[in-house]
């Protein structure tokens, strides 16, 4: 975790090829690199979930450590530079992140060295959020569309609760029960576990 919002960076490699992903580095872009460095992984590309402040603050000192491309989803590069729509504006030090090197758009396989992640358009908590899935492994990157027993919240700017809802029904509870979630937040979580427990979803009408 990382920074004062407990932003959860997640470092993501292949243990043979030692290269590797860094997702939503938050805060705190010394920490990250350490991190990186005590993994001993190659970073191939920063991915971003979404663009909200709390998930991009550490983006520009990453990139310049490791001159790696910078991934978001089509329709949420306009929060990266934008401290009025990334919020954080209302904080006491407004992050301008750099210009995003790819935009991203659902269903799109990335090939990452060794990985391949599929993106899952997941619009609701923020304009054009996104998840990722590593489907060899089952296991996805959901940012703040889905936590453990909750949901990304959909009260700022660009969010839709019914949006949110279609998003997690068509996109997130479609998968097998076994993947794991690995939100922004929090712990760790399966589809399962959200499918018969999360009280968001419970007796909803998801595709």
Same mark, same amino acid.
């Given at each position: 975790?990382?920074?004062?919002?407990?932003?959860?960076?997640?470092?993501?490699?292949? =243990? /043979?090829?030692?290269?590797?992903?860094? @997702?939503?580095?938050?805060?705190?872009?010394? +920490?990250?690199?350490?991190?990186?460095?005590?993994?001993?992984?190659? =970073? +191939?590309?920063?991915?971003?979930?979404?663009?909200?402040?709390?998930?991009?603050?550490?983006?520009?000192?990453?990139?310049?450590?490791?001159?790696?491309?910078?991934?978001?989803?089509?329709?949420?590069?306009?929060?990266?530079?934008?401290?009025?729509?990334?919020?954080?504006?209302?904080?006491?030090?407004?992050?301008?992140?750099?210009?995003?090197?790819?935009?991203?758009?659902?269903?799109?396989?990335?090939?990452?060295?060794?990985?391949?992640?599929?993106?899952?358009?997941?619009?609701?908590?923020?304009?054009?959020?996104?998840?990722?899935?590593?489907?060899?492994?089952?296991?996805?990157?959901?940012? /703040?569309?889905?936590?453990?027993?909750?949901?990304?919240?959909?009260? *700022?700017?660009?969010?839709?609760?019914?949006?949110?809802?279609?998003?997690?029904?068509?996109? @997130? *509870?479609? *998968?097998?029960?076994?993947? @794991?979630?690995?939100?922004?937040?929090? =712990?760790?979580?399966?589809?399962?576990?959200?499918?018969?427990?999360?009280?968001?979803?419970?007796?909803?009408?998801?595709?």
């Amino acid at each position: 975790m990382v920074g004062p919002f407990e932003v959860n960076c997640h470092l993501y490699w292949d =243990p /043979d090829s030692r290269q590797g992903i860094i @997702i939503d580095p938050g805060a705190e872009g010394d +920490r990250i690199l350490d991190a990186v460095r005590a993994g001993e992984f190659e =970073p +191939r590309a920063i991915l971003l979930t979404h663009g909200h402040a709390d998930h991009i603050a550490a983006i520009r000192a990453v990139k310049e450590r490791f001159d790696i491309p910078l991934y978001i989803g089509d329709g949420e590069q306009g929060l990266l530079a934008d401290p009025n729509a990334n919020l954080s504006a209302l904080i006491a030090d407004p992050v301008m992140a750099p210009e995003p090197n790819h935009l991203v758009t659902d269903d799109q396989v990335l090939s990452l060295g060794a990985m391949a992640l599929r993106v899952l358009a997941t619009p609701g908590h923020s304009p054009a959020g996104v998840c990722y899935l590593d489907e060899t492994e089952g296991v996805l990157f959901c940012g /703040d569309t889905l936590f453990a027993g909750s949901i990304g919240r959909t009260d *700022l700017p660009g969010g839709s609760l019914k949006l949110l809802l279609e998003s997690i029904g068509s996109k @997130i *509870l479609s *998968l097998p029960d076994g993947v @794991i979630c690995c939100p922004g937040h929090g =712990p760790q979580t399966t589809v399962g576990a959200e499918r018969v427990g999360n009280p968001f979803l419970v007796g909803g009408s998801f595709a």
